[in-house]
């Protein structure tokens, strides 16, 4: 493995492209800027971590594919094709990101509602997401849950319960450890539901058990239309864990949370309990498809959020590096296109469920489990 110099913590320009290793896959440290991490009792992460060319582009590769898929969300919508809820996290592309390439397929995750990429980063595919949004049977809850309700094997969603899924995570870690498993769940929450009292009944249980959890709010400054500030009495929430260590990243830089999350991943897996996280990032989209973003933020605010851009900053990074030519990253960008919208395509296609009682119905109980009779769908139906 290299070493490259690092230099001054703080600039990005420090890798020198000569000094980069020939080969994709050889491992080399890149410098992390400290001014990326305020720290609550806790230790920061190193001042560099160690990548290599090709996981730089992977993870360029994955916030333009959650971008595009978003854009393709919304257009779909637009045109009236997907109905309902639907929160988009354009803007907030490099936590989702970061995370998962700190940690393994088998750790855990649960978060709220904006769970888009999140899925995707866990491993569903773009079609059966998009499929999901437009209702369809393929889709990754057979079209039965929407933007809020999508899974998979080691992600436990999407819950339109504000802070509702923060002590399910803590039941996951619970599990694990229980299991002595030697993973650990990632649990993500937004800053509106910060002030949640179970998400405080979560941190003290956690913390009393030592699960191996690392809370993370999500903090994008705002809970529908209200910002942190009028909602929060004290908003620096890496330290709303009061008796948990925690740690304030720079969420618009994909490199910040992989490096905090990994060295986060290794504190909580040693049996030293929970973290409390917080990502600092911005939506750039409304709270919703029925809201438009603006009427409680300035242009001025979105448009300086907007030239923080995480997609941009990894952009000139790969190409400052040497990792990538502007005309390789091009390609790469004009590629990503095309496959989502092929993935749009085909989600478009996928047939409608079909309308009947046998299917609206299953998945509720294990299956094997099934009762022989159903009550309470029609008044009909009920028996004592
Ligand atoms: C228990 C509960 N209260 C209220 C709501 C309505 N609601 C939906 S989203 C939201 C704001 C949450 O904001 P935040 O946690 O910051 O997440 P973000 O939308 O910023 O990702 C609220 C109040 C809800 N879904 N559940
Ligand atoms: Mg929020």
């Keep these: 493995m290299r070493y490259l110099p ?23 440290t890149v410098p992390i800027s400290e001014e990326s991490f305020d720290t609550y009792n806790f230790d920061p992460p190193p001042s560099s971590i160690t990548t290599t060319k090709n996981q730089l582009r992977q993870l360029y590769r994955d916030m333009t594919t ?12 637009k045109a009236r094709k997907i109905r309902g809820f639907c929160h988009l996290s354009t803007g907030q592309e490099a936590v989702a990101v970061g995370i998962e390439h700190a940690i393994e397929r088998d ?29 369809r049977r393929e889709g990754i809850a057979h079209g039965k849950g929407g933007s809020m309700h999508m899974y998979t094997k ?26 002595e498993t030697g993973k650990i769940t990632i649990n993500l929450y937004g800053d509106g ?8 009944e979560a941190f003290n249980l956690a913390k009393l058990w030592g699960l191996p959890v690392i809370f993370g709010c999500e903090n994008n400054k705002y809970g529908m239309g209200t910002s942190a500030e009028r909602s929060s009495a004290m908003t620096d929430y890496y ?32 049996g030293n309990g929970p973290l409390v996280y917080e990502y600092t990032t911005y939506r750039y989209a409304g709270h919703s498809m029925s809201d438009p973003g603006i009427a409680y933020r300035s ?28 005309d390789e990253v ?45 009550r309470g769908r029609t008044v009909d139906e009920t028996w004592y």
């Design 299 to 326: 242009r001025d605010e979105l448009q300086k959020n907007r030239e923080n851009d995480p997609l941009s900053k990894m952009k000139t990074r790969i190409i400052d590096w040497g990792i990538m030519t502007d």
């Design 107 to 135: 750790d855990k995750l649960i978060t709220a509602y904006r769970s888009h990429g999140f899925t995707f980063m866990r491993g569903g595919t773009i079609r059966s997401i998009l499929g999901e949004l437009l209702g």
């Design 239 to 270: 330290k709303r864990g009061h008796y948990i260590p925690g740690l304030r990243i720079d969420g618009m830089d994909v490199l910040a949370v992989l490096a905090a999350v990994r060295h986060g991943r290794n504190f909580v897996k040693g």
């Design 330 to 374: 091009k390609s790469m960008e004009k590629d990503v296109r095309s496959m989502v919208n092929e993935e749009v395509r085909i989600a478009e296609e996928m047939p409608p469920p079909i309308v009947d009682p046998d299917v609206l119905f299953e998945d509720i109980y294990v299956a094997g489990s099934e009762p022989a009779q159903r």
């Design 66 to 77: 959650i971008r595009r898929m978003e854009l393709a969300a919304d257009t779909l919508y």
């Design 193 to 200: 539901a910060a002030n949640q009292g179970q998400v405080h």
């Design 6 to 28: 690092t230099g001054r913590r703080g600039l990005t320009q420090v890798v020198k492209p000569e000094s980069l290793p020939m080969e994709d896959d050889e491992p080399f």
């Design 154 to 179: 080691s992600f436990f969603g999407g819950n339109g319960i504000v802070g509702a899924s923060v002590p399910l995570g803590a039941g996951i870690a619970f599990a694990q450890k229980y299991d």
